[in-house]
């Protein structure tokens, strides 16, 4: 059985992201699941899906002014890193270090997409953004400069009553 599953508790209710990230889970229980003869190409495939994943994310973050020194690409950053360091073992014939990567990505995904692709997920809906197009329904409710930080609340400017009001 994979160490994740997809279910609800993982949906963000932006649809771009949860095929995406239903699609990531998937890859991931079959990495899991692999013989040796099949993990390499799947890690691969992973790898790859992952790249073009974290991409989209930053482009929407991009594009709605909730970029720049984020915390949240710094991870797909990092991330994106280990798992070409585990393709590159990987290539070397050492296994054991994309096993281990595999169980522990699950747990990060899992912390990952409740944090902070919760708070992109907020914002990209408060916004009215459709990753599909790039528009923006309510451009009003950009933030006046870009995101810096995690793009949590904590980090984030505050609402204003007004922007509370029309969200």
Do not use: K
């Amino acid at each position: 059985m994979a160490t994740l599953n997809w279910s609800e508790e993982l949906e963000l209710g932006v649809a771009a992201m949860d095929a995406v990230h239903q699609e990531f889970v998937a890859l991931l229980a079959e990495v899991e699941a692999a013989s040796d003869a099949q993990v390499l190409p799947l890690w691969r495939r992973l790898v790859d899906h992952t790249a073009a994943h974290f991409g989209a994310e930053d482009r929407y973050m991009r594009e709605t002014r909730f970029f720049a020194s984020n915390c949240h690409t710094t991870h797909h950053h990092m991330v994106l890193e280990v798992l070409r360091e585990g393709l590159a073992m990987g290539e070397r014939g050492e296994l054991a270090p994309i096993r281990q990567m595999t169980r522990e990505l699950a747990t990060w995904f899992a912390q990952h997409a409740e944090t902070m692709d919760t708070a992109l997920a907020t914002h990209l809906s408060r916004v009215g953004y459709d990753p599909a197009t790039g528009t923006i329904a309510r451009p009003e409710l950009l933030p006046a400069e870009p995101i810096h930080g995690c793009g949590g609340s904590e980090c984030s400017p505050a609402e204003t009553a007004t922007e509370t009001q029309a969200a």
